[in-house]
Every structure is written in structure tokens, then in C-alpha cells.
């Protein structure tokens, strides 16, 4: 009996014993362990993001200093923008080919020739779509739009040898591009990179580098992190001393910085010619400590704060009951909508732990109208949607997880989970740079998911991946958060979720690394992918 008792027991607890041992396995899996990666057969092509197509055909078509470049629109001012974006492949190419293209803007006869044109492109590519396509006769890319040409020149890039992105002449190379058809076009109208240039600022040069680099991979937004507790970064003519005084300051002590209003319109300029929109965001109503400490009007006790310089969050408020807050945000916003394109304005709406839930959620629909009045629409963070003041137009940048309100009232939404898409947490814990706090992304994790475990496909504008600057000084210390995982945001982004693999995406990934070695970027070379 008590033999009978003993086994018994001994056998729960070793059930039991079993049981916890595969729950944290099982934990351990979701949360920490690099998901498994099948190996897949050598690829035919190393195009990332994924094209949609891709019909390999037998034979190479060799680039020379003699090929033609013709680009042609319906229209006179179509073809001027054409022109641009094949002037921009020639630059491309031309320091490392020594080929100096010439470029004529007409639909000459196929032979030697690179063709980019609209005439005859397809509508239902949309404006981003491609076909491309290259033969013994050359090679054309036809488009619906300029837009979709420029995306097209990205992946005929990546159809040359890596040593095309050389920074010096390489001598008597054979510039040979396989013979192929490819049909392209994205999952996702909005693929984003968001620069915090509060917490460090980054000089107008830096930017401009991320935004050429990150243009080869399809991105197509920019999401600007323009003001914080550490830093005011845009001039504001009716209100100066945001910049005199809330500008001279960022994390760590350092001597901040802003860009005029004639920067950020070079900014967007640049941009622009790389078919990527800038979004300009002011972080509302917590973050704004350096608005606080250029007015004293904005503080309940008339005072100016200090300046910021530490990593906390949720300390900082401006008054939401007060009128003077809206009419200096109003003229914020009326100057900005005037020298930004873009549809868009983000208005913050994160971490206000320091503003009342009732408070918060009158804010964000007040300020939100703000922008409506002057033809912006607006974006906010998560928990910006469970404010009952703002209009269906709204579109939330859901970070923390939590989208309840949005799914309940229809809200678009860009997708940037903290934990999968933050550029700015820690490959692993042995990484200098980053932070952690929501969990270690390596290059694996940050591609291995879906937006749609997050919302449903109808209400997903897109993905955007934030790189958030506390520890991060210059331009080599951004390289190495952002590259190589930013190419996974790209995939996600642009490719369907069936078209993707992660066996296959490092394969991508690690031949396109040679084209970032061959650039000078300072990307994270993960020793566990190039053992
Ligand atoms: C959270 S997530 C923040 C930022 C920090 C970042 C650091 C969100 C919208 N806000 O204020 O810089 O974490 O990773």
C-alpha cells in the first residue's frame, strides 16, 4: 500500500517536474530563443526586399560605358522626372563602372540600352509597381508611375555585382546583370525608419546618408522624432527660443542642435527625390520638457524648467486646460504643415504619465483637430486611440501592443511593436549600444514576424521601425542598430507575408551586407549568421 503510495507520488512529481520544465521551454522559445532557421537551397537572386516574380532567364546582358539609358513619360514633365531618376542610376554606378551613360529622353530602338519609361504601364501595379525585365537586347523598367521606376532601378542595382557599390574604380570588371522577368509590387503603402534626433540631434549630412541608404531597400517613409524632454529640434519662427533655448541640450550633457526651417526643407527635398516622405512628429503632451524650459507661459508656475539631460520618461507635461497651450501649438503646426508635403503630422501622445487620462484624451482630440484644420492628417502613439475626441481619419503608431480602442472604431494603423521592430534595443546582451527594456532583437527576431499577429490586414497602413537615440552619439554608432535589421522591416514591409522565409531572408540579408561593407556602413556583423 504504501509502496503503491510511494510510486504514485513519485510519478506526479515527476510528471509535474516535466510539466514546468516544457512550460518555460516553452516561454523560453517565445520570448528569448532565435526562432529555428530551415537551411534553404542557393537562391536565384539576392533582390531584398523579395520581389513578387522572379522568372530566371538563360544568358547575361552586359552593362558598358555605350549602353544608352532612355526614359520617356506620357508627358513632357513625366519624362523630366524620369530623366532624374535615370541620372541618379548613373551617378550610382558611375564611380565604381568609370561609365559615364548618356541619357536620352526618348523610347529609342532596344539594343545596348537601359529603358525607363511610363508609356504603356499598368495601373494595377499601383504607384510603387514594376516590371523589369532584361533580355540579350538590354534592359526596361515600365512603370505606372515615376515612383514605381525608382523602385525598380533599386532592384536593378541589386542585380549587378556587389562590386557596383564600390567607392573607388574597379578595373575591367565585367558589369553583367542575368537575363530576367520581374514583376514587383509592395504589401504595404507605408514602410517606415523613424530617427530620434531629440534625445541626440543628428546634423542634415546624416540624414541625408539614411535616407539614401535605406532608399535601396524600398523604404518610403521617414518619421522625424523632432522634439523631446532632451531637445526642441525645428525652428519655430513665431516662438524663437524653442530653438535659443530648447534646442541647446541633449542626453548625456552635449551641446543639442536644430534644424532651420531651410535644413528641414533640404531634408525633404532629398527625400523626395528618393520617392521617401518625410514625417515630422512633436511629441505631445509628455516629452516636452525642452518646450517647457523655453516658456514660461507653458509651466503652471510661470516658470522655465530646466534643461534635460538623463534618459527618463513621463515626468513632463504642458497644461491641457489651458488656452495659451493650443494657440502655441496651433502656430506650431501652421508653420510646419506649410514647409512639410507630407499628408501627415504626428502629434506624440506616448508616455504621458504625467497628464491625467482625462486630460490626455482631451488633448490628443483637440490637438488632433489642430492638425485636421490645416489639411494634415494626424498620427499619435498608442494609447493615443482611446481618446473619444479624435476623428476615424486618425492613424495610430501602435508601439506598446495594446490596439483595443482602434480595432473597435476602424483606425489604420502603422505597426511598431517595441519588442519585434525597435531599432534601438539590443541585438543581445553583450551589445554596447541600445537599450533593452524591451527585450533583445536580434537580426533573426526582428524578421521573423507578421504584422498581422498585431491587427487585422484591412486596418494595417504599414510597418515602421523607430530608432530611438539615448545611447547613440553619430552616425556609426545609428549604422550599427540600423543595419543590417532595418532590411527585415524593409521585406516585411514590401513582400507578402507567403512569399517570406527566414532561411532564405539570411541569405538576402548577408549578400546585401557586402554591399553595405562596400558603402561604409557600420552594420552588425552577427558572428552567429558569418560563422
Ligand atoms: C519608449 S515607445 C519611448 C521613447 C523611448 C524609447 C526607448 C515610445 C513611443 N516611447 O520615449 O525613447 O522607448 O526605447
Excluded at 30 to 49: C, F, G, Q, R, S
Aim: charged share 30%; with cysteine; glycine share 8%.
Amino acid at each position: 500500500m504504501s509502496g503503491k503510495f510511494n510510486s504514485n507520488c513519485i510519478f506526479s512529481t515527476l510528471c509535474l517536474f516535466l510539466g514546468v520544465i516544457l512550460i518555460f521551454n516553452f516561454i523560453g522559445c517565445a520570448d528569448n530563443n532565435e526562432p529555428a532557421v530551415k537551411e534553404t537551397p542557393k537562391l536565384d537572386n539576392y533582390i531584398l526586399p523579395k520581389p513578387l516574380s522572379y522568372k530566371k532567364g538563360e544568358g547575361e546582358f552586359s552593362l558598358s560605358k555605350d549602353t544608352i539609358i532612355y526614359v520617356k513619360g506620357n508627358n513632357k514633365e513625366e519624362t523630366e522626372e524620369i530623366y532624374k531618376i535615370g541620372k541618379y542610376f548613373k551617378d550610382k554606378i558611375k564611380t565604381s563602372t568609370d561609365f559615364e551613360l548618356i541619357i536620352d529622353k526618348s523610347l529609342g530602338e532596344m539594343n545596348n540600352s537601359i529603358t525607363l519609361t511610363t508609356v504603356n504601364g499598368e495601373k494595377n501595379l499601383g504607384d510603387e509597381g514594376y516590371k523589369l525585365s532584361v533580355t540579350e537586347k538590354g534592359i526596361e523598367i515600365v512603370a505606372y508611375t515615376p515612383e514605381g521606376i525608382f523602385r525598380g532601378i533599386q532592384s536593378l542595382r541589386q542585380l549587378l555585382p556587389v562590386e557596383i557599390e564600390s567607392r573607388d574604380v574597379v578595373e575591367n570588371h565585367h558589369w553583367n546583370i542575368p537575363f530576367v522577368e520581374i514583376e514587383d509590387k509592395p504589401e504595404y503603402e507605408y514602410r517606415g525608419i523613424m530617427i530620434d534626433v531629440a534625445r541626440h540631434f543628428f546634423p542634415v549630412e546624416d540624414i541625408k546618408k539614411q535616407i539614401d541608404l535605406v532608399a535601396q531597400y524600398k523604404i518610403n517613409k521617414l518619421h522625424l522624432h523632432l522634439s523631446d524632454d532632451q531637445g526642441w529640434r525645428l525652428e519655430i519662427k513665431k516662438w524663437p527660443d524653442l530653438t535659443n533655448i530648447g534646442s541647446k541640450s541633449e542626453v548625456g550633457g552635449g551641446k543639442g542642435g536644430y534644424y532651420t526651417q531651410e535644413d528641414f526643407k533640404e531634408i525633404v527635398k532629398y527625400a523626395a527625390d528618393r520617392y521617401i516622405e518625410v514625417i515630422p512628429e512633436f511629441d505631445m503632451p509628455g516629452h516636452t520638457n525642452a518646450a517647457l524650459a523655453s516658456y514660461g507661459f507653458l509651466n503652471a508656475d510661470g516658470k522655465k524648467k530646466e534643461h534635460y539631460t538623463g534618459i527618463d520618461i513621463g515626468f513632463s507635461s504642458l497644461m491641457c486646460r489651458d488656452e495659451k497651450t493650443y494657440e502655441f501649438i496651433e502656430d506650431i503646426i501652421r508653420e510646419v504643415s506649410e514647409i512639410s508635403p507630407s499628408k501627415y503630422i504626428h502629434i506624440g501622445g506616448d508616455e504621458a504619465d504625467s497628464t491625467s487620462k482625462e486630460d490626455y484624451k482631451y488633448f490628443m482630440g483637440r490637438v488632433s483637430k489642430i492638425v485636421e484644420k490645416h489639411g494634415k492628417v494626424p498620427i499619435g502613439w498608442d494609447p493615443a486611440d482611446t481618446s473619444e475626441d479624435i476623428s476615424s481619419n486618425f492613424i495610430l503608431q501602435n508601439w506598446s501592443g495594446s490596439n483595443k480602442s482602434a480595432r473597435e472604431t476602424n483606425l489604420k494603423m502603422i505597426i511598431s511593436i517595441a519588442k519585434k521592430s525597435y531599432l534601438d534595443m539590443k541585438y543581445h546582451e553583450d551589445i554596447k549600444l541600445g537599450l533593452k527594456w524591451a527585450g533583445y532583437i536580434s537580426i533573426i527576431k526582428g524578421y521573423d514576424w507578421d504584422p498581422t499577429n498585431y491587427a487585422p490586414k484591412e486596418l494595417i497602413l504599414g510597418i515602421e521601425a523607430p530608432l530611438w537615440s539615448e545611447t547613440l552619439r553619430n552616425q556609426e554608432d545609428m549604422d550599427y542598430m540600423i543595419y543590417p535589421r532595418v532590411l527585415g522591416y524593409a521585406e516585411i514591409g514590401w513582400t507578402p507575408k507567403e512569399g517570406r522565409n527566414t532561411g532564405e531572408y539570411i541569405q538576402r540579408m548577408k549578400e546585401n551586407a557586402k554591399r553595405l561593407e562596400l558603402q561604409g556602413v557600420n552594420y552588425y556583423k552577427d558572428p552567429s549568421l558569418w560563422k
